[in-house]
């Protein structure tokens, strides 16, 4: 671009930033408030040369690379030269002997013996003060070591495919929505644990027996996602997520209900006087709103609707997933309900000191002062294998709950810190 009566008429500003200015201070020896354009230009013909010496080996490769070719063409023409050393002499080497590549430099002049070319090539690097064409190989080496360098890329192994099942509205479900009561004889509804009687976990309920979510009900399309083979007993991968909860002014239990149901039965439920259907999402960040107040979106919104005790809360969050407490408060309640030690035991118990540990004595419990464990096992490998299929294998150990299925105490500076996100 062409700049006519630059000084007169108009005039050019220079920005630059912190680093540009440092490494022009360098180079001219001015601080950067007493910067002139002359410092600018004379940093930029600075750089100039640096690029020309940097880059000048190179380009006397390529000239020699360039006259090897051009010399066996002309043999090639000449006939003393047959095709094939002829294609030969057109490759690129695959790679340098360790000898030429880090042994003693050898000359250009003994390189490049009988070229014109090549002598011209070498004099101008002579000139310039630049290095031999020997340091273009070895960069130019360098180079293809580095792209020719193992690269691993992790694949994650998908779930096999698989055939969803058919939706369908179960009568016990319509009774529950219509008189408030799960029926005695009910086999649309059935415990939490359905859903996980087909997955790896199961090898470690036995030894809880009926004490997992004891007040979590599910309905068997909630429970039922894909079509499965006989055979098929690893149902990791289609666990339904928990979004629609259905809960009763008749009964304490909650009942989860698949999407599908939810969208079937909106009409009955804001006709019912019995059931509220709750939106729920288990809170999985630290900034994000918490649900498990399940007032969030009610239909139909009853402001007298019963407070839903926080133990069944409880249940729910570790049933969905939930990684991290709305409070201290319920931090500390989900401990007593897994039969956890958060407090440090006194210095007369007979009990390792700071365990924080499931405790399977009855009497150790008492010592401890726990009293409403809800568990009457360890309960720990259960909720981390739960919580891992929740999780779809993503790492959670950072998490309140990994800290706490971890055996490790979460500071009471960590709920002075929560925030939620409200939509």
Request: aromatic share 8%; net charge neutral.
């Given at each position: ?367 401890l002062g726990i009293q409403h464990a809800q568990f009457t096992d360890n309960p720990v490998a259960f909720l981390r294998k739960l919580t891992g299929l929740r999780r779809k294998g993503q790492e959670f150990l950072p998490t309140d709950l990994g800290q706490m299925l971890h055996s490790r105490k979460i500071p009471d500076s960590k709920f002075d810190q929560c925030e939620y996100v409200f939509f």
């Amino acid at each position: 671009m062409r700049m006519r009566k630059l000084g007169s008429t108009h005039s050019v500003v220079f920005l630059i930033s912190n680093e540009v200015a440092s490494y022009i201070a360098d180079a001219t020896g001015v601080a950067d408030h007493q910067f002139m354009s002359k410092h600018v230009l004379k940093w930029t013909i600075h750089e100039t040369f640096t690029q020309l010496r940097t880059y000048a080996p190179l380009w006397a490769q390529q000239g020699c690379s360039f006259d090897d070719r051009h010399r066996a063409w002309e043999r090639y023409k000449g006939g003393s030269t047959s095709p094939a050393e002829f294609i030969d002499s057109l490759k690129e080497k695959e790679s340098y002997p360790l000898e030429e590549l880090y042994g003693v430099r050898r000359g250009v002049d003994a390189i490049n013996q009988g070229s014109p070319l090549k002598t011209w090539i070498q004099d101008q690097c002579k000139k310039s003060g630049v290095g031999t064409t020997y340091d273009g190989n070895m960069q130019e080496e360098q180079e293809r070591e580095v792209s020719q360098e193992k690269e691993e890329q992790r694949q994650i192994e998908r779930p096999p495919p698989a055939v969803p099942s058919r939706h369908s509205l179960h009568k016990d479900v319509q009774t529950l929505v219509s008189t408030g009561s799960v029926p005695n004889d009910a086999t649309g509804i059935t415990s939490a644990w359905s859903c996980l009687s087909r997955t790896t976990s199961k090898a470690l309920k036995g030894r809880l027996g009926g004490t997992v979510f004891s007040y979590i009900l599910v309905t068997e399309d909630f429970a039922r996602t894909v079509q499965t083979a006989v055979r098929t007993d690893n149902l990791n991968d289609f666990l339904r997520p928990v979004q629609w909860v259905l809960s009763s002014c008749k009964q304490r239990h909650l009942v989860l209900l698949s999407p599908f149901e939810a969208n079937a039965l909106i009409d009955q439920v804001r006709k019912s006087r019995f059931v509220t259907l709750h939106v729920y999402a288990p809170r999985t960040s630290r900034n994000m709103r918490s649900f498990e107040d399940l007032r969030s979106f009610m239909i139909s919104h009853r402001d007298s609707a019963p407070v839903i005790p926080s133990n069944i809360i409880n249940e729910l969050n570790l049933f969905a997933g939930q990684l991290y407490f709305a409070s201290k408060e319920a931090y500390e309640e989900t401990y007593q309900m897994l039969g956890l030690n958060l407090k440090d035991p006194r210095d007369n118990a007979d009990l390792p000191p700071t365990a924080i540990d499931a405790i399977r004595n009855p009497s150790a419990r008492e010592t401890l002062g726990i009293q409403h464990a809800q568990f009457t096992d360890n309960p720990v490998a259960f909720l981390r294998k739960l919580t891992g299929l929740r999780r779809k294998g993503q790492e959670f150990l950072p998490t309140d709950l990994g800290q706490m299925l971890h055996s490790r105490k979460i500071p009471d500076s960590k709920f002075d810190q929560c925030e939620y996100v409200f939509f």
